[in-house]
């Protein structure tokens, strides 16, 4: 009996969070270098998608117009992912700050569209300040990627979305297991997925010990899936990963589970981002 049809899974690697340091491993990209030749592996072991932060001299979370502009300069040489640029940022700044790499016009951006409790402290974001975010998006022509914490942020999403500032389809992320946030369960998955609505596309991130059987529903469940350092630093027990391992293992799994990945050109293609 052949296998049932879905699409091609459009894996996504997150090399470099906000918070993982050296210290915590060796194998974190902090320099613009790094994270474009951790990109480069990412891209020939399956990645489609590259989301990064960035970094400073001594490797705090900023907003680094030029960081952010050396990376995706240097993605778009030598790969033919899609790259997409954060917009997260705790720490209070004006809004202009998060949303100005949108004029280097990266294939996609993250867009949080709704506050959560993090282990730090409260993550704010305005829904005043989110809708500016998305309409800069749609006029710098940058796919925004939703970001979903719990079931309000779907629906958050589905209003951007029906408002006209989220064009189709649109693409949701489900973060789980970020701790004060929703754990990862698969019951949870199966509920926020329920939410999403017909015409949308949807991955799945699992942070800590929660990434491999997130992306496993993924694959199965007919979705996608984001792996990577800033999710999760460990392959296993006590195990240190680096980012082209943990895409290599999503390679596996899917090979395994008949679903075939898809390239990035054709990951461009489902999501409908015009060629950069």
């Given at each position: 009996m052949p296998a049932p049809s879905k699409p091609k899974l459009i894996i996504t690697v997150a090399p470099v969070g906000s918070l993982p340091t050296k210290?915590?491993?060796?194998?974190?990209?902090?320099?613009?270098?790094?994270?474009?030749?951790?990109?480069?592996?990412?891209?020939?072991?399956?990645?489609?998608?590259?989301?990064?932060?960035?970094?400073?001299?001594?490797?705090?979370a900023c907003l680094d117009y030029d960081f952010f502009a050396r990376v995706l300069e240097g993605l778009r040489k030598h790969t033919r992912l899609i790259v997409q640029i954060s917009t997260g940022f705790r720490a209070p700044v004006h809004r202009d700050d998060r949303i100005r790499?949108?004029?280097?016009?990266?294939?996609?951006?993250?867009l949080n569209v709704g506050s959560v409790n993090l282990p730090?402290?409260?993550?704010?974001?305005?829904?005043?300040?989110?809708?500016?975010?998305?309409?800069?998006?749609?006029?710098?022509?940058?796919?925004?990627?939703?970001?979903?914490?719990?079931?309000?942020?779907?629906?958050?999403?589905?209003?951007?979305?029906?408002?006209?500032?989220?064009?189709?389809?649109?693409?949701?992320?489900?973060?789980?297991n970020v701790k004060n946030a929703l754990p990862y369960h698969?019951?949870?998955?199966?509920?926020?997925?329920?939410?999403?609505?017909?015409?949308?596309?949807?991955?799945?991130?699992?942070?800590?010990?929660?990434?491999?059987?997130?992306?496993?529903?993924?694959?199965?469940?007919?979705?996608?899936?984001?792996?990577?350092?800033?999710?999760?630093?460990?392959y296993a027990y006590k195990q240190l990963a680096t980012n082209a391992q943990l895409v290599q293992r999503v390679v596996r799994l899917a090979a395994e589970l008949q679903r075939e990945v898809a390239t990035p050109a054709e990951a461009r293609a489902m999501l409908r981002i015009e060629n950069s």
């Open positions: 210290a915590d491993s060796p194998h974190v990209p902090v320099t613009p270098d790094e994270i474009i030749e951790d990109g480069i592996a990412c891209w020939e072991a399956g990645a489609s998608i590259l989301h990064y932060h960035a970094r400073d001299k001594d490797q705090k790499a949108v004029d280097l016009r990266p294939d996609m951006m993250s730090r402290g409260p993550y704010p974001n305005d829904p005043v300040d989110v809708e500016y975010y998305a309409a800069k998006m749609i006029e710098y022509g940058v796919k925004p990627e939703i970001e979903c914490f719990d079931l309000s942020h779907i629906h958050a999403g589905i209003t951007l979305w029906k408002k006209g500032l989220i064009k189709d389809p649109p693409w949701f992320d489900m973060v789980l698969p019951r949870h998955l199966v509920h926020m997925v329920d939410t999403v609505p017909d015409g949308a596309m949807w991955s799945v991130i699992g942070v800590g010990p929660a990434q491999l059987p997130a992306s496993t529903m993924g694959i199965v469940m007919g979705g996608h899936c984001r792996v990577g350092l800033e999710d999760n630093l460990f």
